[in-house]
Structure formats: structure tokens, C-alpha cells
């Protein structure tokens, strides 16, 4: 019998920072792969609250029991995910789709990867619907305006977003 090749996916994303619907399709993911690697992107159409090492450091903090078991682990990238994907050996680029407004954006990248490499498939998950609403800029919001996020990220983040936001409130 041949030996099966390890199969690795990418989950790429702002991640600015992690909720716990990241959490969940990082979870899902790694019952269908052997390996995901969750890919921290260095996006400069985007302004992130926080910089590319600590969204690096909030997810490993999240998922310490994954990473331990070896299951997954955390990077940071910039350029074209393909060539990325390529770099890590991943034959999958897994995306979240949480509403049909999430579809529109995430067919169109799919397919703009697929032209630029085809042997990198692009799998779409649903989050558990708990988290179908929840983004991570609704959250800079509720946390802005002095809301309460308990549930929507892991406990332990939940004194680090609260500094975070406080050290960068406008006077």
C-alpha cells in the first residue's frame, strides 16, 4: 500500500483580531486535513488595530492545544497565497463563509487563484451558525463603544483587545 501524502491546508486572513468563528473553521479544517496552517496576511489595503506579530502571538495563544498536538500551526505571509500555499506544501486554501455577501468576494478570489495556480483548490466551510454574524471589525466596534465581546473571542484575548483598544482611542 502507497503512503499517503500529508494533506496540508491554508487559512489565510487578517485575523485582527481572532474570534472565535476563526476558531471554529480552524477546528473544522483540521478534522478534514492533516495539518492546517493558519496564515496571518500582511494586507496594506487594511489599517489592523493589531500589528502582524501579535495577531501571529493572539492565535497561538488560542490555539495552544492544537499546535501542541501538532495539528496546526501559525505563520505570517505576504504576497500571492498560491505561491505561498506552493512554499508549505498545502494542496488547499480553506476560506469561511459565514453569508451570501461572504460568496460574491470568495468565488471570485477562488477562481483568480485557481488561474494563477491550479494544483492550490480552494475548500469553502461554514462556521457554526453561532458565529455566522460575528467579524472581527463588528467586534473593534462593540469594543470601541465600551460593549461587552464575552463569547465572541477566547477568554484569554479578551484583556488583551480590551488594552489594545484602550491605547489607541482617539483623545
Known amino acids: 500500500m502507497p503512503k499517503r ?25 483540521a478534522r478534514l486535513f ?11 489595503l487594511k489599517k489592523p488595530l493589531f500589528t502582524l506579530n501579535e495577531r501571529r502571538d493572539l492565535l497561538r495563544l488560542s ?3 492544537e499546535i501542541r498536538r501538532g495539528h496546526v500551526s501559525v505563520d505570517v505571509f505576504s504576497g500571492l497565497l498560491v ?10 486554501v480553506v476560506r469561511g463563509l459565514r453569508a451570501i455577501s461572504d460568496f460574491e468576494y470568495e468565488f471570485q478570489m477562488a477562481l483568480m487563484n485557481r488561474r494563477q495556480e491550479s494544483r492550490v483548490e480552494t475548500v469553502f466551510l461554514m462556521p457554526d451558525e453561532k458565529y ?3 467579524s472581527s471589525t463588528l ?10 465581546v464575552g463569547g465572541f473571542v477566547p477568554p484569554a484575548l479578551v484583556p488583551i483587545i480590551r488594552k489594545k483598544i484602550a491605547a489607541n482611542r482617539l483623545p
Do not use: E, Q
Open 5 to 29: 501524502t500529508r494533506r496540508i491546508v491554508i487559512y489565510p486572513g487578517s485575523f485582527d483580531p481572532v474570534t472565535n468563528g476563526h476558531l471554529d473553521i480552524v477546528r473544522r479544517a
Open 34 to 44: 492533516d495539518h492546517v496552517v493558519v496564515a496571518v496576511s500582511d494586507n496594506s
Open 63 to 65: 490555539l495552544k492545544a
Open 83 to 92: 505561491r505561498y500555499a506552493l512554499k508549505k506544501g498545502a494542496s488547499a
Open 132 to 134: 455566522t454574524y460575528l
Open 139 to 148: 467586534l473593534k466596534d462593540i469594543l470601541r463603544l465600551g460593549g461587552d
